[in-house]
């Protein structure tokens, strides 16, 4: 479903717009837009190797979110974070604001567990994609 998404002429998440399936753009020196479609923007941060995932509609905060923009972000952030097998489950999340997208409060999803290993960057998007593209029916 291609839903146009409100956006805001600042922010920089915004400007982005939807990015075909596969293409990674920068958002900044260190932090790589992996998918961005009319629900969720994932991110990559290389240098700490975590996700950031935030949803598509620039709004004041989440709570803010419409109700069933709001289901489908938290559907997806769930598989996101089972598929990275991330630390302690939803205790180790937490959010996160982007200088220049402070319509997207990003939720901070790590890629390892607390006393395991980072997983590389390959599995990392592997694990990423197959969580966005799953069905969520
Ligand atoms: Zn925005």
Same mark, same amino acid.
């Given at each position: 479903m291609t839903v146009p998404r409100p956006s805001e002429p600042t922010c920089r998440l915004c400007a982005l717009g939807p990015l075909p399936e596969g293409n990674h753009v920068p958002f900044?020196? !260190?932090? $790589?837009?992996v998918s961005s479609d009319c629900d969720l923007i994932a991110l990559l941060r290389r240098d700490l190797g975590d996700i950031l995932v935030a949803p598509s509609l620039h709004v004041?905060?989440? !709570?803010? $979110?419409p109700g069933t923009a709001m289901a489908r972000f938290l559907a997806t952030l769930r598989r996101i974070e089972l598929a990275l097998q991330a630390g302690d489950g939803s205790a180790s999340l937490r959010t996160v604001e982007l200088l220049g997208a402070p319509g997207h409060t990003c939720i901070r999803v790590p890629?390892?567990?607390?006393s395991g290993l980072p997983l590389e960057k390959s599995h990392v998007l592997l694990r990423l994609k197959s969580a966005l593209y799953a069905s969520s029916d």
């Open positions: 900044d020196a !260190s932090t $790589l837009v004041s905060r989440l !709570s803010a $979110l890629t390892h567990p607390e």
